[in-house]
């Protein structure tokens, strides 16, 4: 028999997968790729980016318009988000899909499963909100209406099983990381670089409330660091649906944050899971967070945290130097990044634990593990 018809006797397979943010987007591309060469007759529609998009997926929303950080923007959108809530529960009542997989983005998806348990169709978690950190309670919705979550960390099972959840741990999708395909002379000359002088990457967040709070403390900080390092080289990795406020002439703007991070001497990184791509591409950095005031004290109030890099709570110390919120300075951030451009020994010294955490993060092959589990579901594969 062909594969044209051998797909054509293949019965028809549509999940309803939602991603509100542009890691989701990765993640979510990456899954559906996987899905589609196992059983290349599968459908998709929600909620996503281009890169979902690309693989064929019916984007119904955005994440240009559903990504966005802290309390205080969440409130502010809340009509908008409701309305969201709204089409996205009737869209699945329409189409009454074969699965629902959600990716990360709890705000909206723990909500969502709440609403939709009546529909009786069988929900896929992958990256399971982090409950582990904050609002514990929060455990019970997964319990008792997620008949399949896939986990992302290795210490997240054993913790989910504590609480009645079978978690499967299938890695981390940051194993798959592969050095550029440019090599570093080339990389440096189409930036107008040079490779002799230190290179600093700013990675300022993937979302507009981010870069605005950040901008003008990391543009101040290179000020300061220029002083100490006159033939510093800036490079700003940037996401897709952001601005940057202003831009110095002297900085390179990079939308490929991965090869930065590889070409880089050091990094200072808005935190999120760019600090693991960091460690996985074995650059030394620094964190930094600022949010709104209401958010930070909140979040303080409720987290059971030591750390906010997911480098730091995967290795339980602090690997990396953290700065959130008030003690994210030019001053601070400076006087901690310098050691890590200039002194060899620090530098190795903070790349020997990127070792253990990478270690830790599971073989190669996460997005077709990831696509065998859910799709046998419904086939055999």
């Known amino acids: 028999m062909t594969q044209t018809s051998e797909n054509a006797n293949q019965k028809k397979l549509s999940f309803f997968v939602i991603a509100g943010e542009e890691s989701g987007d990765i993640h979510g591309s990456g899954l559906i790729t996987a899905m589609n060469k196992i059983y290349p007759t599968c459908q998709f529609v929600g909620h996503g980016g281009n890169k979902m998009a690309a693989q064929g997926v019916h984007i119904l929303e955005h994440i240009d318009n559903l990504s966005m950080v802290g309390f205080s923007e969440v409130i502010k959108h809340l009509p908008y988000m409701k309305r969201v809530m709204t089409q996205t529960i009737k ?3 329409e189409i009454n899909p074969t699965r629902i997989i959600l990716i990360d983005y709890p705000g909206f998806n ?3 499963i709440k609403k939709i348990s009546s529909c009786g169709i069988p929900i896929t978690y992958f990256i399971l909100p982090q409950v582990w950190a904050w609002k514990e309670n929060r455990v019970r919705i997964i319990h008792d209406f997620v008949d399949q979550s896939l986990s992302i960390f290795p210490f997240e099972p054993a913790w989910f099983k504590e609480r009645g959840v079978r978690a499967h741990y299938v890695g981390h999708p940051f194993s798959e990381s592969s050095p550029p395909k440019i090599s570093r002379r080339d990389y440096f000359k189409n930036h107008n670089l040079d490779p002799k002088n230190p290179l600093l990457v700013l990675m300022p967040g993937s979302r507009q409330q981010e870069v605005d709070r950040h901008w003008n403390i990391l543009l101040e900080t290179t000020k300061i660091l220029s002083s100490s390092i ?6 700003v990795g940037k996401a897709p649906p ?7 002439e002297n900085f390179c703007i990079e939308h490929d944050s991965k090869a930065a991070l590889h070409f880089g001497s050091a990094a200072i990184i808005a935190s999120g899971t760019a600090t693991l791509e960091a460690a996985v591409a074995d650059i030394p950095f620094i964190v930094c967070y600022r949010m709104s005031s209401f958010s930070w004290y909140l979040i303080k109030w409720l987290s059971k945290l030591s750390y906010a890099s997911m480098v730091n709570l995967i290795s339980n110390k602090e690997v990396v130097p953290e700065f959130l919120h008030n003690r994210m300075t030019p001053n601070n951030l400076s006087k901690a990044i310098l050691p890590l451009i200039i002194d060899p020994s620090e530098r190795k010294s903070m790349c020997n634990d990127f070792e253990q955490v990478r270690k830790l993060l599971g073989e190669p092959g996460v997005y077709d593990r990831l696509a065998k589990e859910i799709l046998r579901k419904h086939v055999s594969c």
């Open 110 to 112: 723990l909500r969502l």
């Open 230 to 235: 006159p033939n510093l080289q800036v490079i």
């Open 242 to 248: 952001v601005t940057l406020p202003s831009k110095p």
């Open 91 to 93: 869209k699945i009542t």
